[in-house]
């Protein structure tokens, strides 16, 4: 069986007549890719460039999937070489992807900031005890860093999240480590505890513009989190993992093991509300369904602000084995005036994993949401109302939680990119050991077409270029064929839909490889 399965890859691999892709499309519904038959961690290579692509395996699709956006994650883990970001296409196909000299990768995003969109993400160190030491970075439409953000008051910025506001400023999530007395958990001994800030950043002045910390309004004894489990790196006690703040100037902070929300006025600081955990203020009308979200993340208010959406992990490292407990998407109303809470929808992926850690929830703009699965390399898209549309895995199911293959969030967004570089291409070895022309362009998301030209030379006598071949791009790597009377030099022109070029490949000397 595998090798049929294998037989079945190199087929659909092996390099066509002219303009055949040369990079994989996604799989579909491949049950060999889930027993792990192209291993661990099945990824797409390509002949223009060094990297490492998670390759697709589409399990379910409806057409109500919004096909107009992009895929932004960023793959880690235990069998990735590198962290990187990347963007694929609504078919598996590379758009972008880059390294960051060598650090861990988080939270891929599209952004505005003054009418502009940035791709946004953190690079850092996350090995400082479940959280993360790093800066945020801004890159234009250029794929140029537009900016590197610090938290202020010289503290050390987290990976959870990097929010910009209307308002052209950022929210930070930052973690600080103080020795606490451990009286009220009738333990006589001080612990080091990681309390929890959030920061609203001027970006031009690097400056805070308000925080609130964790420690002012949560006990020790309100999590649920056990003190000996972090007893190497210190008491993870609160553990921050969303901020938002919506219309009204308010903040909607995550908690992960308060089991919380906390909803902070934006003004002066004090905690509004609690929603979940021992604090909790709310009555579940929903007869505990709305507050029985545990270990959760990336909390919004929707686009609307009617309702409030959660990543709903239910599990981690030490309730993995729990009975019934499985992770969804929920989306809650509060009725401020009442206290009361109400479930209104639950996304529940249709293979009921579980994601450990990590994990998103995003509305999409046509009201779809979109689930990231966190250590379990899924994502799923669902209706507004929580019919199952669309489930990829970018790794093997049957080794969810064992952090082989992870992303943080992964959501979905529109993106516009014109790289400053060159295309890339290359005289290589097809599958049948005739020499191709391959070609692709990281990041140029506007290329539609390449156009194969030839000289005779390159200096200013002989330089003339000839159209020699065409073919419209359908995937990230492009390739043509090879013809014995091509002249020595070739390169590839990228064409947008109007036909206006937008780069030029260096030239590929054909001598000897055609
Ligand atoms: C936030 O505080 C301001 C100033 O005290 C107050 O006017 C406002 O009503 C508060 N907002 C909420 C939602 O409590
Ligand atoms: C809570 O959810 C469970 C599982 O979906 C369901 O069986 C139960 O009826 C719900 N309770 C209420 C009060 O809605
Ligand atoms: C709030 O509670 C009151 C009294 O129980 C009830 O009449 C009213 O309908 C409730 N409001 C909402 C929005 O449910
Ligand atoms: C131009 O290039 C060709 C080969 O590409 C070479 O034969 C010729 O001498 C060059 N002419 C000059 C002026 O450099």
Avoid at 90 to 95: A, E, N, S, T
Avoid at 215 to 240: C, N, Q, R
Avoid at 323 to 341: A, S, W
Avoid at 482 to 509: C, F, H, Q
Wanted: proline fraction near 4%.
């Amino acid at each position: 069986m595998t090798l049929s399965w294998l037989l079945c890859l190199s087929l659909a691999v092996a390099a066509g007549p002219r303009g055949v892709l040369s990079d994989r499309p996604a799989l579909v519904n491949d049950y060999g890719f889930d027993q792990e038959a192209y291993g661990l961690h099945p990824v797409q290579k390509y002949r223009t460039i060094d990297a490492e692509v998670p390759l697709l395996n589409v399990i379910q699709y409806e057409p109500k999937c919004d096909q107009s956006l992009y895929t932004m994650m960023a793959p880690r883990g235990g069998q990735t070489q590198k962290p990187q970001v990347t963007i694929l296409d609504p078919d598996g196909h590379l758009v972008w992807t880059t390294h960051w000299k060598g650090q861990q990768l988080y939270n891929l995003m599209v952004q505005e900031y003054r009418g502009e969109k940035y791709l946004t993400f953190w690079a850092g160190d996350d090995t400082v005890g479940g959280h993360g030491a790093g800066k945020a970075y801004m890159l234009d439409k250029n794929y140029n860093t537009f900016r590197t953000i610090n938290a202020a008051n010289g503290r050390d910025l987290d990976l959870h999240d990097f929010r910009l506001t209307k308002d052209g400023t950022a929210l930070l999530t930052v973690y600080e480590l103080y020795d606490r007395n451990l009286a009220e958990l009738g333990q006589d001994r001080e612990a080091p505890v990681w309390d929890c800030i959030i920061q609203e950043v001027d970006l031009d002045t690097g400056e805070a513009l308000f925080e609130w910390r964790a420690m002012l309004t949560y006990p020790l004894g309100a999590s649920f989190k056990e003190v000996d489990e972090g007893k190497k790196m210190g008491w993870d006690y609160f553990h921050i993992n969303s901020v938002d703040k919506d219309s009204r100037g308010n903040y909607l902070v995550s908690s992960r093991y308060m089991h919380s929300l906390t909803y902070i006025n934006g003004t002066t600081g004090d905690v509004i509300w609690i929603l979940g955990g021992k604090m909790n203020m709310f009555e579940d009308i929903s007869g505990g369904n709305a507050t029985s979200f545990q270990l959760q993340h990336d909390a919004r208010w929707s686009p609307d602000e009617k309702t409030i959406t959660i990543f709903d992990n239910k599990v981690d490292d030490w309730h993995l084995q729990d009975d019934g407990l499985i992770t969804r998407g929920l989306r809650v109303q509060v009725d401020e005036k009442n206290m009361t809470v109400k479930l209104v929808t639950e996304y529940i992926n249709p293979h009921r994993f579980h994601a450990k850690s990590q994990g998103s929830l995003q509305e999409l703009p046509n009201g779809n949401v979109l689930l990231g699965f966190g250590d379990s390399a899924a994502f799923t898209e669902f209706s507004h109302d929580g019919v199952p549309l669309c489930d990829t895995h970018f790794a093997p199911e049957n080794r969810y939680t064992k952090s082989d293959v992870e992303s943080y969030r992964v959501y979905k967004y529109e993106w516009h990119g014109w790289p400053t570089t060159k295309p890339d291409a290359v005289l290589a070895l097809d599958m049948t050991h005739k020499w191709n022309a391959y070609v692709s362009w990281n990041g140029a998301t506007e290329v539609r077409k390449w156009v194969l030209q030839g000289s005779k030379g390159l200096n200013d006598t002989q330089e003339h270029w000839d159209n020699l071949d065409a073919a419209l791009k359908k995937g990230f790597e492009t390739s043509f064929e090879m013809k014995y009377w091509y002249p020595t030099y070739l390169r590839l022109v990228a064409k947008d839909s109007r036909s206006n070029i937008l780069g030029v490949s260096e030239p590929l000397n054909t001598l000897g490889q055609k």
